[in-house]
């Protein structure tokens, strides 16, 4: 009924930029908070940053002045920019949206399912 999917990961040099993005699509009738957690192995995963659906936003004080969060609501794709990267953002980064569908009472969170940032030189 709903898909999330990240694209923008990749391979990075230390102090290097990338710009995660996250597409929602299916029977969704609206969207509330959008946001971005990173796992790595062996570790819970953790918030990076969420931003509500009036574009009020918060980044978590180990990427503040660096990581960006942005949405795009008509196209219900939420997007992360990453500058000065370090080696310590090295994760799996996933998006998550809470998400009311159409035809469906209650809303919910979906998951996508993960884009690999690897910052190292």
């Known amino acids: 009924q709903v898909q999330l999917v990240e694209s923008g990961g990749g391979l990075v040099q230390p102090g290097g930029s990338l710009r995660l993005s996250c597409a929602a699509s299916?029977?969704?009738?609206?969207?509330?908070?959008m946001a971005w957690y990173r796992q790595v192995l062996g570790k819970q995963r953790e918030l990076v940053a969420s931003i509500a659906s009036g574009d009020s936003s918060e980044v978590v004080d180990s990427v503040k002045d660096r990581f960006t969060i942005s949405r795009d609501s008509a196209k219900n794709t939420v997007f992360l920019q990453m500058n000065s990267l370090k080696p310590e953002d090295t994760a799996v980064y996933y998006c998550?949206?809470?998400?009311?569908?159409?035809?469906?009472?209650?809303?919910?969170?979906?998951w996508g399912q993960g884009t690999q940032v690897t910052v190292s030189s």
């Open positions: 299916g029977s969704i009738m609206s969207i509330n908070t």
């Open positions: 998550k949206a809470h998400i009311l569908l159409k035809f469906q009472i209650g809303w919910r969170d979906y």
